[in-house]
């Protein structure tokens, strides 16, 4: 089966987290007591990371000059004219210089694939076969090019002509692969090929990563089957589409609001008692952010409770629809051969590769976690009794969050300055100081570029091109960053096109076709073959360069006279996003079904989370971290202590996740395809056996708010997995930043050469155990899945 390329879009997975956010409130002092905040002798100022040993040359200082003017420019001024002239196309791809470009772009593709289908359905000797491979990687990467970039614009370009003419290519390509996904004879052929020795033989190790990865997709679209099954298997897939949409999108509670007298919402924010005040009465929401913060703030224990048991009952009707879409999941994995929608999805693009040994993980990673939850519901506990002035007072589930935001608050009152940590963190520095800290690490920076008409779809979208040390261009990335009307909010990595080698015979072809009908202008063949866009020859060999778009919602500053800022979770968001870039950017492989992060999707999250920890490294920060009016370097107290209260209760959260991952699990077992299934007495069952906390009260189903079950069916563990493995690598590799090895090039290299440049070219668990130097990984068997989890979570800050 050929994948529709949506592994390559990575929407943030620290949604997952139970965080609530306000909106920031900037507010400034005098730059005199700004600085003399910043020389208070109690704070300790960051290393300065410019003393420490470093062999490699740092970015030109003309580029790296210009990457903070580029970003902290005032609003509306931009690093070139959004200009009227001829279009030359959006990403530079000459097709799409206006929206019905979009249709030649698709048709275009879609010949040229048909002439590969039909090349691989005639295959009949051992060079044919030998390239078969290459063929359906090929195959691959032209539905992906429509697909990846339509899917993109259609959701983010402002111009809705846009947005419709990429709906509609997407749909196309899309019903296009459908067709092939059920055509046998493309999976006879692979199956031919890969049961020749002397066709196998001549396969390189990424060749035959691809070859079984290609055969796996063909076996979890039932394409064997007979026809009458594959007709099943079409339509069961559509209803889950449309069940599992109308769940996420239909999730509401049985109570829509709580409404008592005012009195007993003492404690309430006053901004929000005001707002939801009618009358006598206050009326409270029971999902979203007023129910959240009431939970946290209102003294009555009874108005918590009430309140807490109507956010947690999901309507009859979300229920039905969740256990709808688990069924149907059944029905189709047994239909396609496996035990269970677990076994299916667990055994493409997994580290876990079965049910079992995300169980061991998780388990395992329990067994860690006991005694520091054990020890924070005790801490929550005293504070409950010592408030109530009772020694006998048992914490509940609605106590919980009141209690945390109280010890939480305590320490955010001793945190000094704390309100003045965003004028660290400018657009432009945060940028600069990633491009710093590539440099140091893996010998590529970024380096502004001025984009040509029609390139990018807004004005604020800003280019830069990765530049190796040796000046070499190795990718292009697109950074739309900041708010727009209408714009989506959530942060996201889109890898628009995939590195892959351009093969002489596919020049060939295109040049060919240079003169063709519809077809736009090109200087050479070898331009035409990546459409206009980016491409890089490097010893002989033609590659399509990586193009990534990193979108955000970064509030702009209303000041024209000062840049946008940051908060330190918007820092960290920008570099987990950036996380996801770089492994798009160094994993330059052969074939596309395997660049990037087009690899296991449970590893896939490492890299970003990594550098979470990069985010929050006193060496790291000392790189760019400065007072954006005195230049005072950051006192990194400041950080140190947001950390400590964001992640006060880590415990208390890895078991809220913990939980979740088993629930997903449970509903994804072979028992779910029983009559009998109840996926309220399934959750209440888990919790039962596994939680360390007070229980939900039996009348709850919190079950029907679980959107994830949607979209990571199966494979929600791989949040805590990547937490886990990425902790590891932290400590290890990069030593947690001890003695400046956060920026160490060493240290990257060996990130880099045994895990991120071969994106899905390798057995992850071979890239693990190499990066980590531990061969008990390499098996990635139930064991290996229990030493991972036996690793824990547990940040160096709380420690100390």
């Known amino acids: ?80 004219n959004f200009s009227l002239k001829k279009s030359q196309g959006l990403f530079k791809n ?76 997407w749909s196309m390509v899309y019903q296009y692969m459908n067709q092939l996904n059920t055509m046998t004879g493309l999976s006879d052929q692979l199956g031919e090929a890969m049961s020749r020795p002397e066709v196998t033989s001549t396969w390189s190790e990424e060749e035959k990563t691809v070859a079984e990865l290609l055969k796996l997709d063909f076996m979890k679209s039932a394409v064997n089957l007979p026809k009458t099954a594959r007709d099943r298997f079409v339509e069961l897939s559509s209803r889950i589409s449309d069940v599992g949409s109308a769940f996420v999108q239909g999730m509401e509670p049985e109570r829509k609001e709580v409404t008592l007298p005012s009195h007993r919402f003492y404690g309430l924010y006053p901004g929000l008692a005001a707002s939801l005040k009618v009358r006598s009465n206050i009326s409270v929401p029971t999902t979203g952010s007023e ?118 608050a305590e320490m955010r009152s001793r945190v000094r300055f704390d309100d003045h940590l965003t004028a660290y963190f400018s657009v432009g520095t945060v940028i600069q100081g990633l491009s710093r ?118 509030p702009k500053n209303d000041n024209a006279k000062e840049p946008a800022f940051l908060s330190f979770y918007s820092v960290e968001t920008l570099f987990h996003e950036m996380g996801h870039a770089i492994h798009s950017i160094l994993a330059r492989t052969s074939f596309q079904n395997v660049s990037g992060t087009r690899c296991a999707t449970d590893f896939a999250e490492l890299p970003s989370t990594l550098m979470e920890h990069f985010a929050a490294d006193r060496t790291v920060l000392s790189l760019f971290a400065r007072h954006w009016k005195t230049d005072q370097p950051l006192p990194y107290d400041l950080v140190a202590e947001r950390i400590r209260v964001s992640k006060r209760f880590e415990g208390i959260d890895t078991e809220h996740q913990i939980l979740l991952a088993m629930v997903d699990q449970a509903y994804h077992a072979p028992e779910v395809a029983s009559p009998g299934f109840d996926s309220t007495a399934a959750f209440h069952d888990i919790h039962a056996r596994f939680a360390h906390g007070p229980r939900d009260p039996p009348e709850t189903r919190w079950q029907g708010f679980f959107g994830h079950l949607h979209s990571y069916g199966s494979t929600y563990y791989s949040y805590l997995f990547d937490r886990v493995i990425a902790e590891r690598v932290w400590r290890v590799v990069f030593r947690a930043g001890e003695d400046g090895a956060a920026i160490g090039r060493d240290n990257g290299e060996r990130l ?49």
Request: net charge neutral; glycine share 4%; proline share 5%.
């Open 1 to 80: 089966m050929l994948n529709s390329g949506g592994s390559r879009l990575r929407v943030c997975t620290r949604c997952c987290r139970r965080v609530i956010k306000p909106k920031p409130h900037i507010r400034w002092e005098s730059s005199a007591s700004a600085a003399a905040a910043a020389a208070s002798a109690s704070v300790t100022p960051v290393t300065d990371a410019s003393k420490l040993p470093a062999d490699h040359f740092t970015s030109s200082q003309h580029d790296d000059a210009l990457l903070r003017e580029l970003f902290d420019a005032p609003s509306g001024r931009t690093f070139a």
């Open 94 to 169: 000459r097709y799409l210089t206006s929206p019905d470009g979009f249709l030649v772009f698709a048709q275009k593709n879609l010949q040229r694939a048909t002439r590969i289908v039909h090349r691989v359905l005639a295959a009949s000797t051992t060079h044919e076969y030998q390239s078969l491979v290459r063929d359906l990687d090929r195959l691959s990467d032209l539905l992906c090019r429509v697909l990846d970039m339509s899917d993109f614009v259609r959701m983010t370009h402002p111009d809705v002509r846009f947005q419709q003419a990429a709906a509609d290519a």
């Open 291 to 408: 129910a959240a913060a009431a939970l946290q703030s209102v003294y009555d224990e009874e108005t918590r409770k009430e309140i807490y048991l109507a956010q947690r009952r999901a309507s009859g009707r979300t229920i039905k629809l969740l256990e709808t879409m688990l069924k149907l999941r059944a029905e189709l994995a047994n239909l396609a051969g496996f035990q269970s929608h677990g076994h299916m999805a667990l055994k493409d693009r997994m580290m876990a590769k079965s049910p079992a040994s995300v169980m061991q993980f998780l388990l395992a990673l329990r067994d860690h976690n006991a005694p520091i939850i054990q020890q924070e519901l005790s801490e929550l506990t005293q504070k409950k009794q010592e408030r109530l002035a009772m020694q006998d007072a048992t914490l509940q589930a609605w106590d919980r969050d009141f209690y945390m935001e109280k010890i939480r």
């Open 437 to 554: 800290l590539f440099n140091r690490l893996y010998g590529i920076r970024l380096v502004p570029r001025e984009t040509l008409p029609g390139e990018t779809w807004h004005p604020d979208v800003k280019r830069l091109d990765v530049v190796s040390d040796n000046g070499g261009q190795v990718a292009v990335l697109y950074c739309d960053l900041f708010y727009r009307p209408q714009k989506s909010p959530n942060p996201a990595h889109f890898t628009v096109r995939c590195s892959r080698e351009i093969l002489p015979d596919e020049i060939d072809e295109v040049g060919s076709d240079l003169n063709g009908p519809n077809m736009p202008a090109f200087e050479s063949a070898e331009q035409a073959a990546n459409d206009g866009m980016e491409t890089s020859s490097r010893d002989g060999t033609l590659k399509q360069l990586p193009t990534i778009a990193l979108v955000c919602d970064f």
């Open 752 to 800: 880099k050469e045994n895990l991120l440049k071969w994106g899905g070219g390798r057995d992850p668990w071979t890239c693990l155990a190499d990066t980590l130097q531990d061969d008990r990984l390499a098996p990635g068997d139930e064991k290996s899945m229990a030493l991972v989890g036996s690793w824990g979570l547990r940040d160096d800050l709380l420690r100390s």
